[in-house]
């Protein structure tokens, strides 16, 4: 990706100790960052503090954030509730290593929001709980194999670092996308327990499933891709799902780290009124804190109790439970998401304007509280749509350029996508559109080069 040099020498000079620090910190960490992801050109931002809805980095900028902790964060940053509850608990004592009381009441949380979900076990992290999703339908089936979609991610555990970004070249067939592992170190021999399928096309999920029947246990699918910008289901694929796992007999699992508590109360199993049998959550049923959960039917949670290991020294600890508790019983009220959601539509329409205004050719993706930019007028469909018509050098100046103003529209990556918080006003959506209008007349241009 090539940032344009204007765009690019104006982040350098408004962050230069974010450079020197970045510089002197991969002395002593790899990359310079805690997680790969945040590795990016010319050099990442080192943040000071976060409060409200700002980011605050070294050099003294303020950044009005829509990225919000890679979606983590619908609560926005340092929500006074979720620290008042987990400043309440840090006195008695944030790790027991037993059961407490925190444990029915987070599930009860949970299990009133996912309607499909009889128990819950509690991680700490998003890809812990697809980790442990997947390890329970292995068990509850009997099958080593699942079935994957091609540019899904599920976190960074071996089973499923794979073809998440393959890229063009070694795509193989669409309809029987090639397995390709994506990091030194995970064993090659990791692809032959996945098949790997295209979003939104049953008819190639369905040839794949009858080719491996009796071998293929699960499905595992984030309901909309959201590490391919807000790739929605279309034509009911996932109620076509639900159907092909109980023809074939297998566990299905809805992965809503990045849904989860954000696109309804329920999730995208509440949104598109589906019944997965498993699903994996994190980031924002958390309010910033690292908790994760995953959940499902009875019988199948109950092999938990026969043979499926689920251990972890952190797993369910009061700290994190306070947060979550308050985050889902007190913050992310009814009234919260209505006024979210009617920001998320502000935004996404305020951004149609713009860009028509601008001749700049694109649309918004957006479902409620989750939405981008995307640069094309082509439908994305799934993750070959968006690699071959989305032009990665106008969504990543796009960043940077609303960096430059101040903005921090999404998480750095092309195919990511805005949250809107509970912290976040119409004020805070206008600036956000005032930065966007300032800007995409020379996206504009750039894109009619
Ligand atoms: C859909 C999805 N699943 C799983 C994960 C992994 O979550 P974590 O980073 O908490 O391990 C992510 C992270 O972005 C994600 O987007």
């Given at each position: 990706m090539q940032l344009w040099p204007d765009i690019e020498s104006e982040y350098v000079e408004r962050t230069p100790t974010s450079e020197r620090l970045h510089r002197e910190t991969r002395a002593h960490v790899p990359a310079g960052v805690a997680s790969?992801?945040?590795?990016?050109?010319?050099?990442?931002?080192?943040?000071?503090?976060?409060?409200?809805v700002h980011l605050y980095d070294v050099d003294g900028n303020a950044y009005l954030d829509f990225a919000l902790n890679n979606g983590a964060a619908?609560?926005?940053?340092?929500?006074?509730?979720?620290?008042?509850?987990?400043?309440?608990q840090l006195g008695d004592g944030t790790l027991y290593c037993h059961p407490h009381e925190l444990l029915s009441e987070a599930a009860v949380e949970i299990k009133r929001r996912w309607d499909p979900i009889d128990l819950v076990r509690f991680t700490n992290s998003g890809t812990d709980s697809t980790m442990h999703a997947i390890r329970v339908a292995r068990a509850y089936s009997g099958r080593d194999k699942i079935l994957k979609i091609e540019g899904s991610y599920h976190g960074v555990h071996d089973y499923v670092l794979i073809s998440k970004s393959t890229p063009e070249g070694k795509w193989g067939h669409p309809k029987r996308p090639a397995k390709l592992v994506e990091s030194a170190g995970v064993p090659e021999q990791v692809a032959e327990t996945v098949e790997v399928a295209p979003f939104n096309d049953l008819e190639a999920v369905e040839s794949i499933l009858r080719e491996h029947r009796n071998e293929i246990g699960a499905v595992i699918v984030e309901p909309i891709v959201?590490?391919?910008?807000?790739?929605?289901?279309?034509?009911r694929f996932l109620h076509g799902l639900r159907e092909l796992c109980d023809e074939y007999g297998l566990v299905y699992i809805f992965d809503e780290v990045k849904t989860g508590a954000k696109v309804a109360p329920g999730g995208a199993a509440e949104y598109y009124g589906v019944e997965p049998d498993l699903v994996a959550m994190a980031k924002s049923i958390g309010g910033n804190f690292p908790v994760g959960a995953f959940g499902g039917s009875e019988e199948i949670m109950r092999t938990i109790e026969d043979d499926a290991a689920h251990f972890g020294t952190y797993n369910g600890n009061?700290?994190?439970?306070?947060?979550?508790?308050?985050?889902?019983?007190?913050?992310?009220t009814d009234e919260a998401y209505e006024r979210a959601y009617a920001l998320g539509d502000a935004l996404a329409q305020g951004y149609e304007d713009v860009m028509e205004d601008a001749g700049l050719v694109?649309?918004?993706?957006?479902?409620?509280?989750?939405?981008?930019?995307?640069?094309?007028?082509?439908?994305?469909?799934?993750?070959?749509?968006?690699?071959?018509?989305?032009?990665?050098?106008?969504?990543?100046?796009?960043f940077f350029g609303m960096l430059n103003r101040g903005v921090m529209a999404q998480p750095?990556?092309?195919a990511q996508q805005w949250t809107i918080s509970v912290q976040h006003d119409r004020a805070y959506v206008d600036e956000h559109l005032e930065a966007f209008k300032d800007l995409a007349p020379r996206l504009a241009d750039e894109q009619s080069l």
């Open positions: 790969t992801f945040r590795n990016w050109d010319p050099h990442p931002l080192f943040v000071e503090r976060a409060s409200g619908m609560v926005g940053h340092a929500h006074p509730a979720v620290n008042e509850a987990v400043a309440d959201m590490n391919v910008a807000v790739t929605q289901p279309r034509e009061p700290l994190v439970l306070r947060a979550l508790v308050t985050v889902l019983r007190d913050v992310l694109g649309h918004v993706d957006q479902v409620t509280t989750q939405g981008t930019a995307v640069f094309t007028d082509h439908e994305i469909r799934n993750y070959r749509d968006f690699q071959t018509h989305v032009d990665p050098d106008l969504q990543e100046n796009y750095h990556g092309i």
